[in-house]
């Protein structure tokens, strides 16, 4: 891929110890579900640690252009005046969400439930991404799509005059997915329900829970869920409080573990059990990190973590614990780089469809630097020795935790990491330059 003008490369280099206690931003999931369900309530929602990220802001560009009045009143402080359920505006030109998967699928829920017809874009990025299996759900429910045979960006959506319930069993584990079908059902009359074989990240339910929407929700066999929202609430506005990040957590967290002598403690990062599956498989890996100050803060389980750097040894990631770390297998990948033996990663499939072809992208990323790795079907084989030469230059794809991941290799790896791009970082993490040098980590 040839670099953009724009792109700024980024070089990370071995330094001495990171030490310090740091707050990552607040979390890209929840942050985007304040202002789209924000936006569905009537009266103003306050939203406190919100993630000023390029997908968050994205996202709230093209509320606005919905008719939600949003601004932004202090740091990290949004305020969100919606417009009800049903209650968008037609949009007067495309409705752009630049990288955001997250905030373009979600909102094409929110829209399918409105009697408006709107258009939806993204980057280079998000217009290679799969619509198809969002759109499906929503013209079930009575929308209708005008979109190119093969499934991707740009689309118009015309939203359902007379939505209706239904039952929807997601064809892969997808948090957007569902939350999708959930917000497009906020408008049908009944019960619209959707039966996850796999349990995926829960915000979306417990925040319409917290806006006084009826959701049931029940186990069902095998880590299933059976979701069933009862439609045509009147969504209630509350405060938001929104937790650090621990998809961005990651990265710092994993830089602590492979630069040695190592101490740093990350403040207030959620713990909810649905996005924990990164920590369990460091402790699985010999990992010292300790929860510090348990406590719930916003309706979230959330704790400081002390991260000491130590030996890593390669374990076996079961497929069933993607859905907890779908995110996070990229920088997991160069933990694996530095323990000792190899680590399976197992079930990647949905990684070849994220904002790059994350599986290839992280196996590209290993090899340039040194790290030997095989990938077998959808199975990502890293082969760790304690080291990584680095030396490499890694290509970003636009993609966030791409671009992350190499600086982590490169603040351990013997000879330097250089990335094409660094912008696209601000996507989930705007300051991570900054807050990663303020730990004493080389960063030119
Ligand atoms: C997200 C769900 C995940 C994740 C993404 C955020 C969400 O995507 O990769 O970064 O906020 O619902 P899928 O639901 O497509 O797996």
């Given at each position: 891929?040839?670099?953009?003008?724009?792109?700024?490369?980024?070089?990370?280099?071995?330094?001495?110890?990171?030490?310090?206690?740091?707050?990552?931003?607040?979390?890209?999931?929840?942050?985007?579900?304040?202002?789209?369900?924000?936006?569905?309530?009537?009266?103003?929602?306050?939203?406190?640690?919100?993630?000023?990220?390029?997908?968050?802001?994205?996202?709230?560009?093209?509320?606005?252009?919905?008719?939600?009045?949003?601004?932004?009143?202090?740091?990290?402080?949004?305020?969100?005046?919606?417009?009800?359920?049903?209650?968008?505006?037609?949009?007067?030109?495309?409705?752009?969400?630049?990288?955001?998967?997250?905030?373009?699928?979600?909102?094409?829920?929110?829209?399918?439930?409105?009697?408006?017809?709107?258009?939806?874009?993204?980057?280079?990025?998000?217009?290679?991404?799969?619509?198809?299996?969002?759109?499906?759900?929503?013209?079930?429910?009575?929308?209708?799509?005008?979109?190119?045979?093969?499934?991707?960006?740009?689309?118009?959506?015309?939203?359902?005059?007379?939505?209706?319930?239904?039952?929807?069993?997601?064809?892969?584990?997808?948090?957007?997915?569902?939350?999708?079908?959930?917000?497009?059902?906020?408008?049908?009359?009944?019960?619209?329900?959707?039966?996850?074989?796999?349990?995926?990240?829960?915000?979306?339910?417990?925040?319409?829970?917290?806006?006084?929407?009826?959701?049931?929700?029940?186990?069902?066999?095998?880590?299933?869920?059976?979701?069933?929202?009862?439609?045509?609430?009147?969504?209630?506005?509350?405060?938001?409080?929104?937790?650090?990040?621990?998809?961005?957590?990651?990265?710092?967290?994993?830089?602590?573990?492979?630069?040695?002598?190592?101490?740093?403690?990350?403040?207030?990062?959620?713990?909810?059990p649905l996005r924990t599956g990164l920590v369990a498989t460091l402790m699985e890996m010999g990992a010292s990190i300790e929860r510090l100050d348990e406590r719930n803060e916003g309706g979230e389980d959330v704790a400081d973590l002390r991260v000491h750097a130590g030996a890593l040894r390669g374990v076996d990631v079961p497929a069933s614990r993607a859905p907890s770390m779908i995110d996070e297998y990229p920088v997991l990948a160069v933990a694996a780089a530095f323990a000792e033996g190899a680590t399976r990663m197992r079930g990647l499939k949905e990684l070849r469809v994220k904002e790059s072809d994350r599986l290839a992208a992280t196996a590209d990323l290993l090899r340039v630097n040194g790290v030997a790795l095989d990938i077998e079907?959808?199975?990502?084989?890293?082969?760790?020795?304690?080291?990584?030469?680095?030396?490499?230059?890694?290509?970003?794809?636009?993609?966030?935790?791409?671009?992350?991941?190499?600086?982590?290799?490169?603040?351990?790896?013997?000879?330097?990491?250089?990335?094409?791009?660094?912008?696209?970082?601000?996507?989930?993490?705007?300051?991570?330059?900054?807050?990663?040098?303020?730990?004493?980590?080389?960063?030119?």
């Amino acid at each position: 891929m040839h670099s953009d003008p724009a792109s700024v490369p980024l070089t990370a280099r071995r330094n001495g110890p990171l030490a310090g206690r740091i707050r990552v931003p607040g979390d890209k999931s929840i942050s985007i579900r304040a202002l789209i369900l924000g936006a569905l309530t009537v009266g103003e929602t306050t939203v406190s640690g919100m993630l000023e990220g390029e997908d968050v802001l994205n996202t709230a560009k093209a509320l606005q252009a919905l008719g939600a009045r949003i601004s932004r009143t202090g740091e990290q402080a949004w305020s969100i005046h919606g417009v009800g359920v049903g209650g968008f505006a037609e949009p007067a030109g495309s409705l752009d969400f630049g990288n955001s998967g997250t905030g373009c699928r979600l909102t094409l829920g929110a829209v399918a439930g409105c009697p408006i017809t709107a258009t939806f874009d993204g980057d280079a990025s998000l217009r290679s991404r799969p619509m198809r299996r969002v759109l499906d759900p929503l013209e079930r429910i009575g929308a209708r799509a005008l979109v190119s045979a093969d499934g991707r960006l740009p689309l118009t959506l015309k939203g359902a005059r007379d939505p209706m319930p239904i039952v929807f069993e997601p064809p892969v584990p997808s948090a957007q997915l569902k939350s999708a079908t959930l917000l497009a059902g906020l408008s049908a009359p009944g019960e619209t329900v959707v039966i996850e074989a796999e349990a995926t990240r829960d915000h979306t339910e417990k925040m319409l829970r917290y806006f006084g929407a009826e959701v049931r929700v029940e186990a069902t066999e095998r880590n299933g869920r059976r979701i069933t929202l009862t439609g045509q609430p009147e969504l209630m506005p509350r405060p938001i409080m929104v937790p650090a990040d621990p998809s961005s957590a990651a990265f710092p967290l994993i830089a602590a573990l492979v630069v040695p002598g190592s101490d740093v403690i990350l403040q207030g990062v959620m713990m909810n059990p649905l996005r924990t599956g990164l920590v369990a498989t460091l402790m699985e890996m010999g990992a010292s990190i300790e929860r510090l100050d348990e406590r719930n803060e916003g309706g979230e389980d959330v704790a400081d973590l002390r991260v000491h750097a130590g030996a890593l040894r390669g374990v076996d990631v079961p497929a069933s614990r993607a859905p907890s770390m779908i995110d996070e297998y990229p920088v997991l990948a160069v933990a694996a780089a530095f323990a000792e033996g190899a680590t399976r990663m197992r079930g990647l499939k949905e990684l070849r469809v994220k904002e790059s072809d994350r599986l290839a992208a992280t196996a590209d990323l290993l090899r340039v630097n040194g790290v030997a790795l095989d990938i077998e079907g959808d199975d990502l084989i890293v082969h760790g020795n304690g080291r990584a030469k680095g030396g490499g230059a890694v290509t970003t794809h636009m993609d966030h935790r791409i671009a992350m991941s190499a600086v982590v290799l490169g603040l351990a790896s013997e000879r330097p990491v250089q990335v094409d791009d660094g912008t696209f970082i601000a996507t989930s993490f705007p300051g991570f330059v900054e807050l990663m040098r303020g730990l004493g980590a080389d960063l030119s």
